[in-house]
């Protein structure tokens, strides 16, 4: 949906009209590129502020130029950096030097001062300020009907909400401002989990179940980001209840009933988006005619081997740990407690132009559309070559990220070359239903209720046992574009548990955790995962501990409970909110 893609913020700031001692009415006129408030209580100027709302999803205006911001990737909606490289899934990538901001990190010696969170914090609070905007607007609006002011305002509420659901588990506690607030010196002593919920509650209540165009939330969006936002609070009840109404009436914002597609890939291609496993998805353009700075999929622009068709920049490489994870049994199920006992690559150093023999071990078929490894193919560009597409192997593995790339066949369409580095319009998935899924399944093995989850669990895994979905050897090597075999580039094996095997809550919880590690691999998810069940000390001394033996980014990393789960306050925000000797704002406790 590119309209809400585009708009840009500066468009629906609202502003005064300029006063002046003068008494010529020529001068009563509204800031140059500002909208007066006569435009904006209009039905389109509200729908515009909405857009704006929308627009400012991509993180950008966290990383503005104009006001001391870096690069996208601070602010990446898919949290690539906060979320996977922080939770084991991947290394930073590139070389040691380049961002060392991520470095830190990485390795947890984060401090106050790291501008990448100074951005994420700004881009969240854009995205605040621009919804509040809207429920400013909207009752000023003559004309409207019930449904569509309610419409309107339940859109606003929920992207307030996942704006603040991301500040708060990035942060903790952090400043409420809403529509009403006219004070914006605010505390963070106070949890905003119950304001996230009555935001979310009221989407669900009042959107309808679809939407003009397929980009705008619904009720089955704001209905699942209702029931995480409860499991995030241990709120399973609640949580076990919301999940099962989203599960069995939910459909998209186009009325495509919710469901697994039929192959995984199709949630990580530009040509399939928009699908039924769509629950809630940031959209993005490419080649849409502007021929300006790109503005496709910009946060992950960085994420591509390094040294090979996409020029840029090799970084997000997925980790030894991470990989190891896909290995399967002779049954076809995952090593739970020793996957590391069971490595896929065994020796990193080997040239690119040495010769090589391909893991012939069983391993879970996703492992192929998540990690981009030697001798397989790597989509449709041909197969990933080694240490050609390794910026620096030495301080971040073997790897290259897949999830994020487009197809070589497709690139006239969806990739966007206008900028340095390459950007492409697969959509960034916040929300799909194999996460519901699996999020349901949680909360029903806490709960010790039904077969704890395990048939969710296993549509997941039937899903990914589907040979259609397999990656397959091309015909002719020397021309990848040119279809593909019947053979399967790997030897995938993987089944569902059986029935019962899931004897209780504990063994239960293991393999829905794990299974989540699997399906949702680079997506940004892990590291507020293994925070939220309390197994992040556990889990990155784990990764730690094996990637650090050979990779030298994370060697010696450490994490400290009551401390890490949640990133620092950034200093420039507590010097802002400072009066005197005090600031409004309090750091986080150990930093």
């Given at each position: 949906?590119?309209n809400?893609k585009?708009?840009?913020?500066?468009?629906?700031?609202?502003?005064?009209?300029v006063?002046s001692s003068?008494?010529k009415?020529s001068?009563?006129?509204?800031?140059?590129?500002?909208l007066s408030t006569?435009?904006?209580?209009?039905?389109a100027?509200?729908?515009?502020?909405?857009?704006?709302?929308?627009?400012?999803?991509?993180g950008?205006?966290?990383?503005?130029?104009?006001?001391?911001?870096?690069?996208p990737?601070?602010t990446?909606?898919?949290n690539?950096?906060?979320?996977?490289?922080a939770?084991g899934?991947?290394?930073k990538g590139s070389?040691?030097?380049?961002?060392?901001a991520?470095?830190?990190?990485?390795?947890?010696t984060?401090?106050?001062?790291?501008g990448?969170?100074?951005s994420?914090w700004k881009?969240d609070?854009?995205?605040?300020?621009?919804?509040n905007?809207?429920?400013k607007?909207v009752?000023?609006?003559a004309?409207l009907?019930?449904?569509?002011k309610?419409?309107?305002i339940g859109?606003?509420?929920?992207?307030?909400?996942?704006?603040?659901?991301?500040?708060?588990?990035?942060?903790?506690n952090?400043?409420?401002i809403?529509?009403t607030t006219?004070?914006?010196?605010q505390?963070?002593t106070?949890?905003?989990?119950?304001?996230?919920?009555?935001?979310?509650a009221f989407?669900y209540a009042n959107?309808?179940?679809t939407?003009?165009q397929?980009?705008?939330?619904?009720?089955?969006?704001?209905g699942?980001?209702?029931a995480?936002t409860?499991?995030?609070?241990?709120?399973?009840?609640?949580?076990?209840?919301?999940f099962t109404?989203?599960?069995a009436?939910?459909?998209n914002?186009?009325?495509l009933?919710y469901?697994l597609t039929d192959?995984?890939?199709d949630n990580f291609n530009?040509?399939?988006?928009n699908n039924?496993?769509?629950?809630?998805a940031?959209q993005?353009?490419?080649?849409?005619g502007t021929g300006?700075i790109?503005?496709?999929?910009?946060?992950d622009?960085?994420?591509y081997?390094y040294?090979?068709?996409?020029?840029?920049c090799g970084f997000f490489?997925?980790t030894?740990?991470?990989?190891?994870?896909?290995?399967t049994?002779?049954?076809?199920l995952?090593?739970?407690d020793?996957?590391?006992?069971h490595?896929i690559?065994?020796?990193m150093?080997i040239a690119s132009?040495k010769?090589?023999?391909l893991?012939?071990?069983?391993?879970?078929p996703?492992?192929?559309w998540?990690?981009g490894?030697?001798?397989?193919p790597?989509?449709?560009w041909g197969?990933?070559?080694?240490?050609n597409?390794i910026r620096?192997?030495?301080s971040?593995?073997?790897?290259?990220?897949?999830?994020n790339?487009?197809?070589?066949?497709s690139?006239g369409?969806y990739?966007d070359?206008h900028?340095?580095?390459p950007g492409?319009?697969n959509?960034?998935n916040?929300?799909?239903?194999?996460?519901?899924?699996l999020?349901?399944a949680e909360?029903?093995?806490?709960l010790?209720?039904?077969?704890?989850?395990?048939?969710?669990?296993?549509m997941?895994?039937?899903?990914?046992?589907?040979?259609?979905?397999?990656?397959?050897?091309?015909?002719?090597?020397?021309n990848?574009?040119g279809?593909?075999?019947t053979?399967p580039?790997?030897n995938y094996v993987?089944s569902?548990?059986?029935?019962?095997?899931?004897?209780?809550?504990d063994?239960?919880?293991?393999a829905?955790y794990?299974?989540?590690k699997?399906?949702l691999?680079?997506e940004?998810?892990r590291?507020?995962?293994?925070v939220?069940?309390?197994t992040?000390?556990?889990?990155?001394a784990?990764y730690?501990?094996?990637?650090g033996?050979?990779?030298?980014?994370?060697a010696?990393?450490?994490?400290?409970?009551?401390?890490?789960?949640?990133?620092?306050?950034?200093q420039?925000?507590?010097d802002?909110?400072?009066?005197?000797?005090?600031?409004a704002?309090?750091?986080?406790?150990g930093?």
């Amino acid at each position: 949906m590119k309209n809400i893609k585009r708009l840009s913020v500066f468009a629906f700031i609202v502003a005064g009209i300029v006063q002046s001692s003068c008494k010529k009415s020529s001068l009563n006129q509204p800031a140059l590129g500002a909208l007066s408030t006569t435009q904006i209580t209009t039905a389109a100027g509200v729908d515009g502020l909405l857009i704006g709302a929308y627009s400012a999803l991509d993180g950008q205006q966290g990383t503005n130029a104009a006001f001391g911001g870096g690069g996208p990737w601070e602010t990446s909606p898919d949290n690539w950096i906060y979320g996977s490289v922080a939770g084991g899934d991947a290394h930073k990538g590139s070389s040691g030097i380049d961002q060392p901001a991520i470095n830190s990190i990485a390795t947890f010696t984060v401090d106050a001062s790291n501008g990448f969170l100074n951005s994420k914090w700004k881009a969240d609070y854009e995205g605040v300020t621009r919804a509040n905007n809207v429920l400013k607007a909207v009752n000023a609006v003559a004309g409207l009907t019930d449904a569509a002011k309610a419409n309107i305002i339940g859109q606003a509420r929920f992207l307030r909400g996942h704006y603040y659901f991301d500040l708060k588990k990035m942060f903790g506690n952090v400043p409420y401002i809403d529509e009403t607030t006219t004070n914006f010196v605010q505390p963070n002593t106070t949890d905003i989990w119950p304001k996230i919920v009555a935001d979310f509650a009221f989407a669900y209540a009042n959107l309808p179940a679809t939407q003009t165009q397929v980009g705008r939330v619904n009720k089955w969006a704001a209905g699942a980001y209702l029931a995480k936002t409860y499991l995030y609070q241990k709120d399973y009840t609640n949580a076990d209840k919301t999940f099962t109404e989203v599960i069995a009436s939910g459909t998209n914002s186009a009325g495509l009933v919710y469901g697994l597609t039929d192959n995984y890939e199709d949630n990580f291609n530009a040509a399939t988006k928009n699908n039924k496993e769509t629950v809630f998805a940031i959209q993005q353009a490419a080649n849409d005619g502007t021929g300006t700075i790109s503005e496709a999929n910009n946060g992950d622009m960085l994420n591509y081997p390094y040294n090979s068709p996409f020029g840029c920049c090799g970084f997000f490489q997925p980790t030894l740990d991470l990989a190891n994870s896909f290995r399967t049994d002779a049954a076809g199920l995952p090593y739970l407690d020793d996957y590391n006992s069971h490595p896929i690559v065994t020796d990193m150093n080997i040239a690119s132009d040495k010769p090589f023999t391909l893991d012939a071990g069983n391993v879970d078929p996703r492992l192929d559309w998540t990690v981009g490894r030697r001798g397989i193919p790597y989509l449709d560009w041909g197969n990933h070559p080694g240490t050609n597409w390794i910026r620096e192997q030495s301080s971040a593995g073997p790897y290259s990220p897949k999830k994020n790339v487009y197809y070589q066949a497709s690139k006239g369409t969806y990739a966007d070359s206008h900028t340095w580095a390459p950007g492409n319009a697969n959509q960034v998935n916040v929300i799909r239903f194999a996460d519901v899924l699996l999020m349901a399944a949680e909360a029903k093995a806490q709960l010790g209720t039904g077969d704890l989850g395990l048939s969710y669990v296993n549509m997941v895994r039937a899903r990914a046992a589907k040979p259609t979905g397999f990656v397959y050897t091309y015909k002719d090597a020397g021309n990848p574009t040119g279809g593909y075999t019947t053979t399967p580039a790997a030897n995938y094996v993987i089944s569902p548990y059986p029935a019962g095997y899931f004897t209780g809550k504990d063994l239960a919880l293991k393999a829905i955790y794990f299974e989540r590690k699997l399906e949702l691999g680079m997506e940004g998810h892990r590291f507020f995962d293994i925070v939220r069940w309390g197994t992040a000390q556990q889990s990155l001394a784990t990764y730690f501990g094996f990637d650090g033996k050979t990779i030298t980014d994370v060697a010696g990393a450490h994490f400290t409970t009551s401390k890490n789960e949640i990133y620092p306050i950034p200093q420039p925000q507590i010097d802002l909110e400072s009066t005197g000797k005090s600031s409004a704002l309090k750091q986080n406790p150990g930093y």
